[in-house]
Every structure is written in C-alpha cells, then in structure tokens.
C-alpha cells in the first residue's frame, strides 16, 4: 500500500507544481517547450521502469502474478507504448473539440490540466473493474480480445467521413439541457454568472466533452494494456505516465496531426495483435520482448510511413 501511496502522492505534487509554478500563467505553448516536456515525461518514463525492476526485488509491492523483476519492467515499457500510440486518436479528438469550441490556445492547458484529474479518477476505476473481471471470470479475457478486434476492423474499414462534431455530440446537446452554457469565453474562468445565473464557458463545456471523449478511448485502451499484464499497478503507473505525457504530446503534435496518417494503421496493427494474444492466452505463450518489439515496430513503421508520404507530398 505504501507504494500506492507514495505514487498517487508524487503525481498529485507533480501536477500541483505544473498549475502553480510551471503554468502559473496562461500562455501559448510553443512547439519547443512541448518537445522539451514531451522528452521529459518519455524519460521519466523509462527511468521508471527501472523503479519497477527495483521494486519487484522487494516486498514492497504485491506481485500477484509473481513476475520477475525483467519482466515487471518489460511489462511496463510494453504497457506504456500502447497507452501511448492508443493516445494518438485521443489528440485528434482533443483538437477538433478546442477547434469546435473555439478556446484559445493559451487557456488550452488548464482544459487538459483538468482533464487528467478526472482521467486519472476514471482510469483508476475502469483499470479495477478490469483486473476484478479478468481475475474472478477467466472467460472475460476472450471477451476482451474480441473487442478489441472488433475495434481494430472496425477502425480498418470505417470511412473518412465518421468525423467526431463536438456541437452534436450527445455530450453537448445532454449539457445544454442541463445547465445554461455561456458563448463567450471569460478569461480562463469555467463559469461566468450574467444577470443573477450562473453559465458554463466554453471552457467547461470542452473539459466535459474531452472528459467523456477520455472514457470512450479508454474502452479500447484499458483492455488492451490488461492483455499483458493484470497487475494492478503496471496497469495503473504505465496509464498515468501516458496520460501525464498526452498533454505536452498534444501541445507537440497538434499543428503537423496531418502529417501521421498512416499511424492509425499501427493502432490497428497493435489493437489485434493484443487482442489475438488475448484469444490465445492458453494456447500462446510469448515472450515478453516478442510484445515489446512488435509494438515498437509497429509505432515506427507507421511514424516513417507517415513522414515519408507527407515530404513526397511536399515535393
């Protein structure tokens, strides 16, 4: 429990110095400050997967699944990759809903700041009820992996004109109904109170719609990540990092989305390889690194594909 504890402690000190020191003021963030973050958090990432191996030497943490030190470690790098390259359709979504919105780029942070609060809330919970269906109904894990297959043909075949609109979203039209919703942005204020009533800005309406947009994406990126591992803290640690590193990746990504077509080719790719590994659990025994290396091919063969085909574009 102390690890639990020591964790959720770090990323809650973490984002508490993000909002009142290092984002104290709204501003535009650059491309270049978002790479350096972007570098950061990736860092930061696999340094702690050397905390993992350390702390599966100890009695620190449970290990129900009584892993190996490596393999812990393995399984963690491998569960970060795919909350990673999951996140990539989830930045796509973030920029249409401020795009729809219309929120200024400045106070664009603070929407996502708030964001990962409730995302970590919600992953945590939907990551819980995960490892509780898998481990008390074994048939779960086929259910899972079908799904995700499903997801990933579905993503195959799906035409280009399925375009998320944020203002006809079920989300929207729910929210209207149930508050008065403010056009007009105040600062980087959620509400705004006109004539004696109190109105969502469009700041709010975009953080709840991001919000649900995280829990529908989570859906396909939970199952995903339980297909290598059930244990509860390389599930939760590999998610939170990912979610922790989406913001600075969406400030970096955000103006050149166009120049990765081809990755959500990878997200397919990954999405049935985890969910065939799923099918075949009892059949298929891999090794960790098989898992490890497929994903990682998987995302740089479509992060080169993409930029070959956008410089012959350019040509």
Request: hydrophobic content about 55%.
């Amino acid at each position: 429990m102390i690890v639990w504890i020591s964790f959720l402690t770090a990323v809650l000190i973490f984002l508490a110095l993000d909002l009142g020191v290092f984002n104290k003021t709204p501003h535009i963030i650059s491309s270049k400050e978002a790479g350096k973050w972007t570098a950061i958090w990736v860092t930061l990432s696999f340094i702690f997967s050397g905390v993992i191996y350390w702390l599966y030497t100890t009695d620190y943490i449970a290990n129900p699944d009584s892993l190996k030190p490596a393999a812990a470690s393995i399984k963690f790098i491998t569960g970060y990759l795919i909350e990673l390259s999951l996140s990539i359709d989830n930045i796509f979504v973030i920029a249409i809903i401020f795009s729809a919105f219309k929120i200024p780029q400045k106070y664009q942070h603070r929407v996502l700041f708030w964001g990962i609060l409730g995302a970590i809330v919600f992953r945590g919970l939907m990551i819980y009820f995960g490892v509780l269906l898998i481990n008390k109904f074994s048939w779960m894990t086929y259910i899972f992996g079908g799904f995700l297959i499903y997801t990933a043909m579905k993503m195959l075949f799906s035409g280009e004109d399925e375009k998320f609109e944020p203002k006809k979203s079920f989300i929207y039209k729910a929210l209207k109904k149930a508050m008065p919703i403010s056009n007009h942005i105040d600062g980087e204020h959620f509400f705004v109170k006109r004539r004696h009533i109190t109105a969502a800005t469009p700041l709010f309406v975009a953080l709840i719609v991001i919000e649900v947009m995280d829990v529908v994406f989570a859906i396909d990126s939970v199952p995903a990540i339980l297909a290598i591992t059930s244990d509860p803290f390389l599930v939760f640690s590999s998610n939170i990092f990912a979610i922790l590193g989406l913001r600075s990746m969406y400030f970096f990504l955000a103006h050149m989305l166009d120049k990765f077509a081809h990755l959500e080719y990878s997200l397919i790719a990954i999405l049935t390889f985890v969910g065939i590994k799923m099918l075949l659990h009892d059949y298929l025994k891999l090794p960790e690194w098989v898992s490890l290396a497929f994903i990682a091919v998987s995302l740089i063969a479509g992060i080169v594909a993409s930029l070959r085909k956008s410089s012959k574009e350019m040509v």
